[in-house]
């Protein structure tokens, strides 16, 4: 199995490298898992980690 996650990798990898365009989203929800603070404070303003981008 190792060598098929490896190669499952190595595919992957080529493949972003080849793009012309890589598009990344996120849904609700994925933040905040990750621990990751809502995009908006109370005043709707950027806040938290958004606010570095």
């Not at 190792?2 to 996120?26: P, W």
């Not at 994925?30 to 621990?35: E, K, P, T």
Request: hydrophobic fraction near 45%; avoid cysteine; charged fraction near 15%.
């Amino acid at each position: 199995m190792h060598q098929t996650f490896q190669a499952s990798i190595e595919r992957a990898k080529k493949t972003l490298e080849d793009a012309e365009y890589v598009l990344l989203g996120g849904g609700a929800g994925l933040s905040a898992a990750a621990g990751i603070t809502h995009i908006a404070g109370k005043d709707l303003q950027p806040s938290g980690i958004w606010s570095m981008i």
